[in-house]
Structure formats: C-alpha cells, structure tokens
C-alpha cells in the first residue's frame, strides 16, 4: 500500500485502462453521454439569473443523469423479471473421449476388457413454470422499484434543484457584501484625503487619519475574504450546473413569497410533505418493497414449484461396455413439482432477514417523517426570524438614511463638512447591507420550507 501511495498505479495498467475508456467513449451509445454531460467552459452571457442555472443544472447534473440512468436500470430489471416466467429454452452438446474398463461383471452382454471411443451427446429442454410463487412477486418487486425509481429521480432533481437556488443566493450575499466592502472602503480614503486635509490646516490631527488607515485595512482583509468566498461559490455553481459560471444577478423574488411564514402553518406544510416530499415517498415506497421481499422470501421457503418440461437428447457413440456403438434419440416431457421442506438450497431460511428488513424498512420511514417535521418546524421559525430582522434593519436604514439627508442638508448650508457625510454614508451602506442580507436569508429559509413541503422549487421561481 505505501508502495502504491508512493508510486501511483502501474503506468502500463492505467495506459491500458485509459486506452479501453477511450474506445467506450467512442461507441455510438456513449456519444450523446460524453456530450451531454462533457466539461463545458463556455459560461453564460453575462452574469448568470436563477432560471438559466436551473435549466443549465436540469440538463447538464451528473447527479440528475446518473438518477434517470436508474430509471432504465428498473426498467430492464422489470423485463428480466418477467422473463422468469417466460418459457426457458436451453441447448447443450458434448463431445467427450471415453475410456472404459469391465472389470469384473455377471452380465452376459458385457465384454470384460476396454473401450475407448469418441461420444457426441446433444439436448434440447424447454420448461415453463406453472406455478412459481417466487417468481410472481419477483415481477410485483420489479414493478415497485421501477416506481421506487422515478420517486428517487424526483427527489434527486428536487435536491439538486434547491442545491443550486441556495448557492446561487449565497453567492449573490457574497457578491452584496464585496460591493458594499468596496463603495465603504472608498469612502473612507475620500475620508482619509478629507483628514489629511484638515490636519494640514490644523484642525485635526495625526490620530484621527491613522485611525481611518486602520478602518480601511480592516476593510481591505474583509474584502479579501469576501471575494474568496463569492469565488468559492461561482465555483460551486459551475459544478452543479455543468457550466463556467463567472456572476450571478440579483434575484427576482417571486410574488407572494413575504409574509410565507404568517400564511402557511407548521401542520398545514408537514401535511403537504406527508402528500408531495418525495424523500418520505421513497421512504414509504421501500415499505412496500420490503413487504413484497418479505412475501417473496416466505414463498422461496416454503411454496412448492410446479414446472412444466420438454427434453430431446441426442446421443452418438462409437463404443460402449456392451460392446459395440448406438445412436439413440430420446424425447422426455411430463410436470416437475419441487416442494422446499427444509434448507432447500442450503441457505436457511431467507425470510428471516427478509422480515427484519421489512421492520427496519417501517423505521426508517417513521425517521425520515420525524426528521422531517422537526426541520419544517425549525425553518418555519428561521423564516419568522429572518422576517423580524429583516424589519429591523429595514428601520435602521431608514434612520440612517434620514440622518444622511438632514446631515447634506447642513453641508449645503455652511453648517457641517463633507467628511461627516462620508462617514454616514459608510454606515448607511452597512446597514443596506443587512437589509440585503436578511431578505436574501428570507429566501433562503422560504426555499427550505418549500423544498421540504415537496412543492416544485423550479415551478415556482418561474412564475
């Protein structure tokens, strides 16, 4: 292993394995995959709104591709299911060199002595079954989990879909406070010039413009820091949505979405994930397969197998203990009942799993509808939370936007300075910075509190 960590895979190997992809991604049903799904660094005009990165995410997600990749798998593992109660048809021919010896007989026909002779036997078998338990809710198990499937692919485009609206949001509260960090920083140096100024003229001094140096340092590491993060999150979109993503716009929140939390009530949002939510659907859809496999389980066990059969053997050889060769053709048909009594095929008994996998299968599902009404219940009240700050740094922007407005009022009236001004200003900015914030925080709780009701995120951000 500290060979192989030390050295990395053979490269002979990996040149063979590389060499054997590359002709997969050259067969016809591995050219539309390679496209559809291929790194794109081609970004969208401009800075990227919420609906182009969701259809970009619906189409282009290896998540949501390898999700309806799923959907076909149940699809085949349906037909194969039916198959198994479809007739079975089989062929088999042998050529075999035999050497024989008669030792010691009291059969007159037999010649003591050896024999050795070419033989070519050839079968032919058809079997139907009749009556096979088993098999019959194999076929139920097969059609559940093609539904289990398309359950799975919805909750899969549900997740990635609030995956990339809560990024995106994130992103543009990244993006808000770099612009504010900058507009502030760019103040405060018009403060510094305005200080400086002063300072020569004697009216201020040294302390107070090395205090506004500090003020824009301090400013500088945050930017710093914001911009890495807003980075972080450009990059984060690009990998859910499968394209260079260089900006995002400022969103557009749709109508009716303020005041979500005083309309719609913890029980009325858990009783529509109970109906729409498709992860607690997945979790009741693995109830009924684990019922179905239970059911199975016990007929593998227990219910007896009625088959119907046809053989034709054909049968050639040179030699024989009876002294000379044959040729025979034999045809055999008739009903085969199997009944299981006890270790059948030598593995126990299968329902005993089966049905702890049926009870584990309940539980889970009573975790996930627990888990899920806790989370609606706590993003209901982050949205009450979000709303109630979002009131308050509202009226604080409002204060200081009035402060702003009286203080210009005494600068165009000889009364007060322009650096006072500036200074407000930064404030002000700050504080519309919180607004934005706190609605964008808003957003993101709304978002959960949908996604967690089962309501379609993408549907909803296009009205």
Not at 124 to 150: H, M
Request: proline fraction near 2%; hydrophobic fraction near 45%.
């Amino acid at each position: 292993m500290a060979g192989l960590l030390a050295n990395g895979v053979d490269a002979d190997r990996l040149a063979r394995a590389d060499d054997r992809a590359g002709r997969a991604f050259d067969r016809r049903d591995a050219d539309g995959l390679a496209e559809d799904f291929a790194p794109d660094t081609a970004p969208p005009a401009g800075d990227a709104d919420i609906t182009q990165l969701l259809a970009f995410a619906q189409t282009r997600n290896t998540t949501i591709g390898r999700a309806a990749q799923q959907i076909n798998r149940a699809d085949a593992e349906r037909l194969n299911a039916i198959y198994g109660y479809l007739p079975q048809i089989s062929a088999s021919a042998t050529y075999a060199q035999n050497q024989q010896e008669v030792i010691e007989s009291d059969n007159a026909v037999f010649q003591l002595g050896r024999a050795d002779y070419p033989s070519i036997d050839a079968s032919v078998e058809l079997a139907q079954p009749i009556f096979d338990l088993s098999r019959i809710y194999g076929i139920q198990l097969a059609n559940t989990a093609r539904t289990a499937s398309e359950v799975a692919y919805i909750a899969t485009v549900q997740d990635v879909m609030f995956e990339v609206f809560d990024t995106y949001l994130q992103a543009v509260q990244a993006r808000n406070t770099v612009t504010v960090l900058g507009q502030q920083r760019a103040l405060l140096q018009s403060q510094i010039s305005a200080e400086s100024a002063r300072e020569s003229a004697g009216v201020s001094g040294r302390a107070a413009v090395n205090a506004l140096r500090v003020e824009v340092a301090d400013l500088g590491l945050d930017l710093a820091q914001a911009t890495l993060r807003y980075e972080g999150l450009l990059g984060d979109l690009s990998r859910l949505t499968g394209v260079q993503v260089s900006g995002v716009s400022s969103p557009r929140a749709p109508s009716g979405v303020f005041g979500t939390e005083r309309r719609v009530s913890v029980d009325q949002a858990i009783a529509s994930a109970g109906d729409n939510n498709p992860r607690l659907l997945e979790a009741l859809v693995e109830v009924a397969e684990g019922d179905i496999r239970r059911r199975q389980a016990i007929a593998a066990d227990f219910s007896p197998v009625l088959t119907a059969f046809a053989r034709y053997v054909y049968e050639d050889r040179d030699a024989s203990r009876f002294g000379g060769g044959s040729v025979s053709a034999d045809t055999v048909y008739g009903v085969r009942l199997v009944v299981p009594i006890f270790n059948a095929r030598g593995e126990g008994r299968e329902n005993l799993t089966a049905r702890v996998d049926f009870r584990d299968a309940l539980i889970q599902y009573q975790s996930v509808q627990r888990e899920l009404a806790t989370d609606i219940a706590n993003t209901h009240q982050r949205m009450t939370a979000s709303a109630a700050s979002l009131g308050s740094a509202q009226s604080s922007l409002g204060n200081l936007n009035a402060i702003v407005a009286s203080e210009r009022t005494l600068v165009n009236a000889g009364e007060s300075e322009e650096y006072l001004v500036a200074s407000l200003r930064a404030q002000a900015l700050g504080a519309q910075e919180r607004v934005n914030f706190y609605q964008i925080e808003y957003l993101r709780a709304w978002a959960r509190f949908e996604y967690l009701s089962g309501l379609n995120l993408a549907d909803r951000l296009a009205r």
